[in-house]
């Protein structure tokens, strides 16, 4: 069912959802040596994965608590005709006594209008701290499928081409296309707000 509505969604607003019949990997990487430092900052949406309608604008706001591994996260968008989107979080470092220290996560994500929060993990796959980041994370559904959500996130509101020339070969080292991602306007006449 999950599928069918999965592939509905796709139809009518060209979401797109990376459903699979296979249960979560567990090889994709994660960055190494990863600082919180050079993370914090705004880093704008630039594609996505996201079972989430046609969400635009879509920026994050990563604020580092004091010296800790732990991240305050803001994400905010524009939903035509449906307005804002806006999420609230915290990113902790899962495994911050490891070293080198890799950049995965354990998240909380409340959504403005949920009552509940959502607890999940992703990673930060590779970053050069300046101009990209790509993300992932997986849940599992039924039957041993499962439904894998990327982000490729950039300092500017678009990358240059030597960016995505890497960003493409990160997407491919763990066997994703940027063409079953959606691109993310940062058009001023898409950012009504
Ligand atoms: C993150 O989650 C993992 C797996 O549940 C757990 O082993 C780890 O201790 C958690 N890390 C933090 C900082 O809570
Ligand atoms: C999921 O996969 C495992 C291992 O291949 C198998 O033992 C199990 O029966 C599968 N479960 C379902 C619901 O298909």
């Keep these: 069912m999950k599928l069918f509505i999965g592939t509905l969604a796709l139809l009518v607003c060209s979401v797109s959802a990376l459903i699979f019949d296979r249960p979560c990997r567990d090889t994709v990487a994660a960055k190494d040596n990863f600082s919180p430092a050079f993370y914090t900052g705004t880093w704008f949406e630039l594609y996505n994965s996201l079972d989430q309608g046609n969400a635009d604008c879509i920026d994050h706001h990563y604020t580092r608590r004091g010296l800790q591994q732990v991240f305050d996260v803001e994400r905010v968008g524009f939903v035509q005709e449906r307005g804002f989107l806006r999420e609230t979080g915290v990113a902790a470092v899962a495994f911050p006594e490891e070293t080198p220290m890799r950049a995965i996560f354990n998240a909380t994500l409340l959504r403005v209008d949920d009552e509940e929060e959502t607890a999940y993990s992703y990673r930060v796959v590779a970053t050069d701290y300046t101009n990209y980041a790509v993300t992932w994370s997986c849940i599992d559904l039924p039957d041993n499928r499962s439904q894998e959500e990327g982000a490729i996130l950039g300092r500017q509101t678009q990358l240059n081409e030597a960016?995505?020339?890497?960003?493409?070969?990160?997407?491919?080292?763990?066997?994703?296309n940027r063409e079953d991602f959606r691109f993310i306007s940062h058009q001023p006449e898409d950012c009504d707000f």
């Design 163 to 176: 960016s995505y020339v890497k960003v493409d070969a990160i997407l491919e080292s763990v066997g994703l």
